[in-house]
């Protein structure tokens, strides 16, 4: 057995020279040429690599067949590949001929090692061809495994026949036959390194996939296949449609749903989790009950493909079943709700039982529970582990390569110290440390490469799961998340995460595996002298853990403070021109500046502590390096630092250095992420809303509420009670009720909005929703109609018709495809609502939810929608439709009539049944008939009102006939039902202001409607018609000189000057250091024992002293950083708040034309992510961009004075960087802007989608919403995967710089060996060895600093827009009673929107007498609106005068102005914050006025009723009040800010009838001596004015009191009049 075993080991020598390996080490490293030995033969190699690739090649043909791209065409160079094996097949045959030739013998050919080399040839050329064929059917267009072979092969067969060129018979091995051979496999791996490319066309304007998985393995190595994008942005001519795509595997299709799996699997098990903990607390006798079973939550992440529409309750399902399993369990209060259903297992109900049925924050406080909930660092593990794995890989790689470079430097120094070692050691040396550089290089580019598309998916997964959770968050979760917040999330707090778990992950471990390695090294190196350098690192981290400590709650303080801020900047931004109007920007101004002020604050504080922190980590390695110098010194035997000893530690303890220097930021970074993971994850685990609306399929109800009570909140009272309503299919009910009587809610509760409490709610088929507050997409008009629904010509035509918009789209520049701005904001109140209406009525669903659409328009246009849409005879006849209004000319005409009364449902019936009970509903109808009786309205509305009346009578009599007891309750009835019928009695004034509709008796819409419009759409034409918001413009030229100036003007040019300085000083003393090292270890004193023995004083002295020196410079290195960093902290700080402050005070003084063409996303981008940036990231950039460029000069400097002909290499090296540079900027820019302005749409789409959450549920279109929200994001992220791999392009030119110097440095030392030193070699290679890391970390730094700057130059550009006149003109202040009559004379006032526009008033002449009462009438596009802009100056006049008191308002301050003139919008805006701050910003008044104002008002008696009363928080755009409220608290802030002209937009155009008639007594009360302008949408509201000014376009065509017009047959005014049925009204 053991005969057996060594002839087979003695067959294959291989297996011998396995064994052999470690032994010929030191052999062949120390022979006289580099050669293999007897143990290690090169026949033997090439047999061990022709094995290798025998074993490994099953597994890569495993890999190709589980490809299943398209075969490639077999072209040129497939072909090419295949000869080139074929001619390696054939190489044996001219190699065993040779040496059968040779030994004259076939047996002792047989016996020589040149047959298992010849077999291994021929092996290797098959196999590889097969593998090749196999590629090539599989698609793969080229093959690193391949590539790897044929490297290797070359470098195997070189070393075979250096050996052989060694033997002493050189025959065995001809030169001819090498020179053949190589050449063929040197082909092969040149031919193998190019890709195989199938030419695709792409039409223009369509974006190419991703080139990297086609590009070559040189490519990728160099990222040369960015090429064709670097030169585009060079030209200038790079667009968003040249940004190639994402790659496959980095887009959200893919990442989404990976995610969701994960988190789907972490709800089920914190779900188990808090059942075990149920069952653990439920009592005895329950215990032995089994927990419900928990079914797996099935992936929604495909999307819909089916062409039919999804019912709501399937959109619903599908977007929310991964959330909603599982909230029982993660939410208490959701499980409570569900405890109160039925469908619950005895344990769920034993707990309830056990702990109540809520489980508040409260409760579980006080017992100690704690619920578990899916946590967001796990899922991301999860999801992502694998692929962070795969990038730690590389990490390590990179590390262990990086850390060869001290052992290398080692052995160079060992050569130069050592006179006898062979020149060739030392150019062997030299060859090894440039490999080993270049290997770094392509290696750290490839791990960027590698983090980044690992980023990508982080960030990409977390944004999407933030805006899934928008989609499905309840009410109470709203509440708690602001805008600001969210936004916040998904600019902030994803991006922390997302660095986080790439770069902050792995340096959390390299940077300690760096620092271990290295301490390892030293001790190896120097000895138990490290111990007490070791003792000093245990220091450092107590003092770390504190510093983290504090800082972590810093940047915690410092988030809730921004997110309030922009919270409050929101807001401020969507009631900008309320704010113009009153002439409130200082007041808020100074709040967000005091906002931002407190977040300074933390960041002050917080700069100091990090300040400290770095401190303390620059100058550890310098007390490190002293202490381990001064302890090797005085313990060695010789006392004598030696080169090689001394510069290998200083080059570990730069690595040390450098881990430790990324301590802080990793802390740092680490502090901000443990923070936006909480943030996020509180977010994601907030609760959602029930799937608690089921589909009866069986039912023939539509829709049916059994037994319902229905909650806004979980701990408030149920809002809805005791709810039972059963709507048939196809029919057509209204609700009807008081002011806050619960309409909305009932419609919130078939939509599911509400908590269901108790009770059972089914809606049948797919649902469209018609809100009460229209919401309107940031789009064209035709796409919010059709709501991304299938293009139906006919169909849309007839919903543009029968919602009376054609008129309205004849007006628009662009016709249907105008561009409507953010919430509408170019369309007025009746515009949106029709719209709104039009997108139900095109998305022919099954159930129609209307929350009163006809309230916002006039009686002709809701007669006629009603009749051609919302009726029996309308387009949804046939569907179920549920209506809330106000308008009781339309309940004959419904099916089913719900009257609503506190929350409760008081009455349910047809018209007729309610009728004939002579009940509430009765009892309203008859005083609304004899109120209005003697009003002559429409004549089709008379003959409706006549038909009511009559049957009242006949109600009335059937009732006096009844029985005194019936009477009696009736009594009652009545008496419970006031409020009702309070409410109700002012329809009449409601009905008639809506019937009397000015110009036109057509149904196109209201002349207020087109009027309100008119002049945005004249605003804002443009060169592309219809265009409202335009394009975020991006430069395409170099960063301006000017941009950088800006900068540095905030910060100070003094201060920037003394930073300079700082940090040079800083270089200067490093390179002092080392210069000072250099003397002590070559100091030929210490060097010579024999002059100076060991254990001489006079030797101990030369030590201390330089150890002295040494220790010196470490010291003024340590006092100028501190100085440094403290300093540029300050200033940093400084220039936030001025930044911030600057751009603050333009912004709210820019004219409303930005405001109206900008969406809020991009501005509050500039507020969020650009002043981030300048915040935390660009000052640091900046100032370690500085530091590698002076570093760079220094080290430079250094190697010209040591090696003085490297001199001549400067300039080249110059040129290529300066060209690199030219090149790359541009790019990096371009993409940043590029970014800049995607992220600016994400957000806009975000806050958007955040606003009409409830209507995307409701047409449950949450899936096409989150595709387009993939989209968007995909964008950015494909500009930001560009943008890092056109800076790993720059990374690998600018290391292989670095590493020309590296290889120039220590090929000139091993060439000059004899006139240089061993310490001034070792400086010389420390530094260009640190060359190579200043320079990626300078290029990493100054990409940064291009791409950072673009905040700064965003932020200028908002800081030096256009603004509007001065607030205040000093010499022109007018008194403080001014105006002290209201007398109003307007000369020849003409007005344009913007310079190159037509005139949209031209030359008005009208004189206002002071207390008249004026209505402003006229058609649309008359220029009403136009004339109340040129009142306030929201837009200056072109020409002519406006005159109020004898006082020319075109010289006075806008302030001055405005806040002497009243105005009472048509939109009510509320502001976050009190209420007493709402109507007194500045506290100019008393709380005795502010109460005044509200009882005058009618809010008296409801703040009275409030906990806070004026102290009381109304919510974000007053939500929590409403919307007859808020309209009224506008009115109470009119009135303490009452002057003596008063401008009224219809401010009763969108409120119910019990507000209508409260504002209406109100201003003819309170306003009787003042001189009022109303803009009248209906002509019933002025008539009764003193004067009335008819405007048609543009200009004045009457201006007479109403009776003179009226008389005057031929007046346009009569003609108005006539058609509007009021000549009956004419005033005496």
């Known amino acids: ?55 490994t090649s099953p597994l890569y043909a495993y890999f190709l067949l589980g490809s299943h791209d398209k075969p490639l065409p077999e072209g040129r160079l497939y072909k090419c590949k295949m000869v080139c094996c074929m001619l390696l097949a054939l190489m044996p045959i001219p190699e065993v001929v040779f040496h059968v030739g040779y030994l004259q013998s076939i047996v002792h050919v047989l016996d020589q090692p040149v047959l298992v080399s010849s077999a291994s040839t021929l092996l290797t050329a098959v196999v590889s061809s097969q593998l090749t064929r196999l590629a090539q059917q599989r698609g793969m267009r080229w093959s690193a495994v391949l590539c790897l072979l044929w490297l290797s092969l070359i470098l195997t067969h070189t070393l075979a026949f250096l050996t052989s060129t ?11 036959l090498f020179y053949l051979k190589s050449s063929v496999i040197t082909c092969l791996l040149v031919l193998y390194g190019f890709s195989e490319r199938e030419e695709q066309y792409f039409p223009p304007g369509v974006r190419k996939p991703c080139p990297e998985p086609t590009a070559s393995w040189w490519s990728r190595l160099t990222f040369s296949w960015t090429k064709e994008l670097l030169d585009k942005a060079y030209s200038g001519k790079l667009t968003e449609k040249d940004i190639f795509l994402l790659l496959p595997s980095d887009s959200s299709s893919n990442v989404v749903p990976r995610f969701t799996r994960a988190w789907a699997r972490e709800v089920t098990k914190s779900k188990f989790r808090n059942q075990a903990q149920i069952h653990d607390e439920v009592p005895a006798a329950t215990e032995a009950e089994t927990l419900p079973e928990i079914p797996s939550p099935s992936p929604w992440e495909q999307a819909e493909t089916k062409p039919r529409r999804r019912t709501r309750s399937e959109g619903r399902a599908k977007h929310k079943i991964l959330y909603e399993r599982s909230q029982s369990a993660i939410h208490p209060r959701t499980e409570s709700h569900k405890i109160l259903g039925s469908d619950h297992s005895p344990v769920e109900k034993a707990y309830s039982r056990s702990v109540g049925q809520k489980d508040t924050k409260e409760s579980r406080a006080k017992t100690g529970q704690k619920r578990s909930r899916p946590s967001l660092l796990v899922v991301l ?41 062979p020149s060739r050691k030392g150019y062997a040396i030299c060859a090894l440390m440039v490999i080993s550089k270049m290997a770094q290089s392509f290696m750290n580019s490839r791990t960027h490469f590698v983090n980044h598309s690992f980023a990508l998916r982080i960030k990409s997964a977390v944004i999407n799961s933030i805006y899934n959770k928008v989609l499905t968050m309840d009410t109470e979760s709203r509440q708690e998340s602001t805008v600001g917040q969210a936004v916040n999330l998904i600019s902030v707090d994803a991006s922390d995460i997302r660095e986080a778990l790439t770069n902050m992950a792995s340096e959390m471990w390299t940077s300690p595996a760096k620092i271990v390695l290295s301490l390892v090294l030293l001790y190896r190196l120097l000895g138990p002298s490290m111990l007490i350098s070791m003792l000093l690192m245990v220091i450092m981290v107590p003092v770390t853990a504190v510093v983290t400590r504090r800082l972590t709650t810093m940047h915690r303080d410092s988030m809730a403070f921004k ?75 010789d006392h004598y630092l030696t080169p090689s000893t001394a510069f290998v530690a200083i080059a570990l303890m730069d690595i040390l250095r450098s881990a430790m220097e990324e301590l802080p930021s990793i802390i740092t970074h680490m502090v901000k992420v443990r923070v936006s993971f909480r943030r996020v994850n509180d977010f994601l685990n907030r609760t959602d809303l029930e799937d608690n609306v089921s589909s009866d399929v069986d039912s023939d109800a539509a829709i049916s509420i059994e037994d319902g009570f229905f909650s806004w909140t979980s701990e408030a009272t149920p809002t809805l009670k005791n709810i039972n309503v059963r709507v048939k299919k196809g029919s057509l009910v209204a609700v009807v009720g008081t002011v806050g009587c619960g309409k909305s809610s009932l419609l919130s509760a078939c939509l599911g909005e509400m908590n269901t409490l108790r009770g059972h709610v089914s809606v049948k088929g797919s649902v469209a929703y018609v809100p009460q507050q229209a919401w309107i997409q940031h789009a064209s008009l035709r796409d919010n109609v059709l709501f991304g629904g299938h293009v139906d010509e006919k169909l849309y035509n007839q919903c543009l018709d029968n919602c009376a918009l054609r008129t309205d789209l004849e007006i628009m520049p662009g016709g249907d495809n105008t561009e409507i701005g953010e919430r509408g904001i170019n369309l007025s109140g009746g515009q949106k609502q029709r719209v709104s209406l039009a997108r139900a009525v095109y998305s022919q669903a099954d159930v129609y939810i209307m929350d009163d659409p006809l309230s916002a328009v006039d009686c002709h246009v809701g007669s006629h929608i009603f009749d051609n849409v919302i009726g029996h005879q309308g387009m949804l006849a046939g569907k179920t439709r549920v209506l809330v209004t106000h308008g009781v000319q339309w309940l004959p005409k419904v099916d089913q009539i719900i009257v609503v009364r506190h929350g409760r449902v008081s009455e349910v019936g047809s018209y007729d049944e309610l009728l004939s009970h002579n009940g509430p509903f009765a009892k309203f109808l008859k005083h609304y008939m004899v109120h209005d009786s003697e009003t002559k309205v429409d004549p089709q509305v008379e003959k409706m009102k006549e038909k009511i009346l009559h049957r009242l009578e006949s109600v009335t009599k059937d009732s006096n006939e009844g029985s005194s007891e019936d009477s009696e309750d009736s009594a009652e009835s009545s008496i419970d039902n006031d409020d009702v019928i309070r409410a109700l009695l002012q329809s009449p004034t409601r009905e008639e202001t809506r019937s009397h509709e000015m110009g036109s008796s057509d149904v196109s819409g209201s002349s207020s409607d087109a009027d309100d419009v008119e002049e945005d759409n004249a605003g804002s034409a443009n060169t592309k018609k219809g265009v409202l918001v335009e394009d975020e413009e991006y430069k395409v030229q170099h960063a301006t000189l000017q941009t950088f100036k800006e900068y540095a003007r905030a910060v100070g040019y003094g201060w920037v000057v003394a930073l300079v300085l700082l940090d040079m000083l800083q270089q200067t003393v490093e390179r002092g250091s080392g210069v000072s090292l250099t003397r002590w270890t070559d100091d030929p004193q210490l060097g010579n024992l024999t002059a100076l023995p060991a254990d001489s004083e006079q030797r101990a002295r030369l030590n201390n ?10 010291l003024i290195h340590a006092v100028s950083t501190l100085v440094f960093k403290l300093t540029q902290e300050m200033r940093q700080v400084v220039v936030a708040r001025v930044l911030h402050n600057r751009m603050l005070s333009r912004v709210l003084r820019a004219p409303m034309r930005f405001f109206d063409t900008t969406p809020v996303g991009r501005i509050v981008s500039r507020f969020s992510s650009d002043l981030y940036i300048m915040d935390t990231e660009l000052s640091d950039t900046m100032a370690w961009a500085v530091n590698s460029v002076i570093g760079i000069v220094s080290k430079m400097a250094i190697i010209c004075y040591i090696t003085p002909f490297f001199v001549l290499l400067i300039f080249p090296i110059a040129a290529v960087f300066y060209y690199v540079q030219v090149v790359y900027v541009p790019t990096m820019r371009q993409l940043e802007r590029f970014q800049s302005k995607v992220r600016s749409t994400i957000y806009s789409f975000f806050s958007e989608t955040l606003g009409g959450a409830a209507v995307v549920r409701a047409y449950g279109v949450q899936q096409r919403f989150m595709v387009e929200f993939q989209r968007r994001l995909d964008l950015s992220s494909s500009a930001r995967f560009a943008w890092a791999c056109c800076g790993q392009w720059l990374n690998v030119r600018m290391e292989s710089m670095g590493t020309v110097v590296v290889g120039a440095v220590v090929v000139s030392a091993v060439t000059l060996r004899d006139t240089m030193t061993a310490g001034m070699v070792g400086l010389a290679v420390s530094v260009a060895l640190d060359m190579t890391e200043t320079v990626r970390h300078m290029v990493r730094m100054v990409s940064w600093v291009q791409t950072d700057i673009v905040s700064v130059d965003r932020v200028k550009e908002y800081s030096e827009m256009t603004v509007e006149a001065d607030w205040r003109r000093g010499e022109t202040t007018p008194k403080a009673s001014w105006p002290e009559h209201g007398e109003i004379e307007i000369n020849d006032l003409a007005l344009r929107y913007r310079e190159g526009l037509d005139l949209v008033l031209k030359g008005i002449n009208v004189h206002i007498k002071a207390g008249e009462k004026v209505g402003i009438v006229g058609r649309t596009g008359a220029g009403k609106s136009s004339l109340t802009l040129a009142l306030f100056r929201l837009v200056e006049p072109a020409r002519g005068t406006v005159r109020i008191d004898d006082l020319d308002t075109n010289d006075l301050g806008l302030h001055d102005l405005r806040s002497r003139l009243t105005i009472l919008p048509q939109d009510p805006v509320i502001f976050a914050g009190s209420l007493r701050m709402n109507l007194d910003p500045f506290t100019h008044y008393k709380d005795a006025e502010v109460w005044e104002s509200l009882k005058y008002a009618h809010l008296s008696d409801f703040v009275s009723g409030l906990k806070d009363q004026l102290d009381h928080e109304c919510g974000e755009g007053g939500e929590n009040l409403s919307v007859g409220q808020r309209q009224l608290v506008c009115l109470a802030r009119t009135l303490l800010h009452k002057t003596r002209v008063l401008v009224l937009d219809e401010a009763t155009a969108a409120v119910d009838m019990e507000t209508d008639d409260l504002i209406q007594r109100t201003i003819r009360s309170q306003f009787t001596h003042c001189t009022v302008l109303t803009i009248a949408h209906r002509l019933n509201t002025v008539i009764d004015y003193d004067k009335i000014l008819v405007l048609d376009k543009g200009q004045v065509v009457e201006f007479d009191s109403p009776g003179q017009l009226m008389d005057d047959p031929h007046s346009v005014f009569h003609h108005m009049v006539k058609k509007a049925g009021l000549l009956a009204k004419k005033p005496s």
């Open 1105 to 1114: 002293y330089y150890l002295a020196v040494y220790a010196g410079f470490g």
């Open 381 to 421: 593990v999860r999801t992502f582990g694998v692929d962070f794995a795969i990038g730690q890989l590389y990490r390590l790689t990179n590390v262990a390569l990086h850390m060869t470079d001290p052992l290398i430097f080692g052995y160079l120094l060992d050569f130069m110290e050592d006179s006898s070692a």
């Open 166 to 176: 060694q033997e002493s018979d050189t025959g065995q091995f001809p030169t001819w």
């Open 1 to 55: 057995m053991t005969s057996n075993s060594s002839s087979v080991f003695s067959l294959h020598p291989v297996f011998e020279s396995v064994f052999g390996i470690i032994q010929s080490g030191n052999t062949t490293w120390n022979s006289s040429w580099l050669q293999l030995t007897d143990s290690l033969r090169g026949h033997e190699v090439m047999a061990g690599h022709c094995a290798l690739l025998l074993m």
């Open 563 to 637: 997110d309030n801020r922009l919270k409050m900047l929101t807001e401020v931004v969507n009631g900008i021109k309320i704010l113009k109007m009153y002439a409130w920007e200082p007041s808020f101004i100074s709040k967000l500046n005091a906002a931002r002020g407190k977040e300074l604050d933390v960041m002050w504080w917080r700069s100091f502590w990090e300040t400290a922190l770095h401190c303390y980590h620059q100058v550890m390695p310098y007390m490190i390096s002293v202490v381990m110098f001064v302890t090797y010194v005085h313990s060695s035997e």
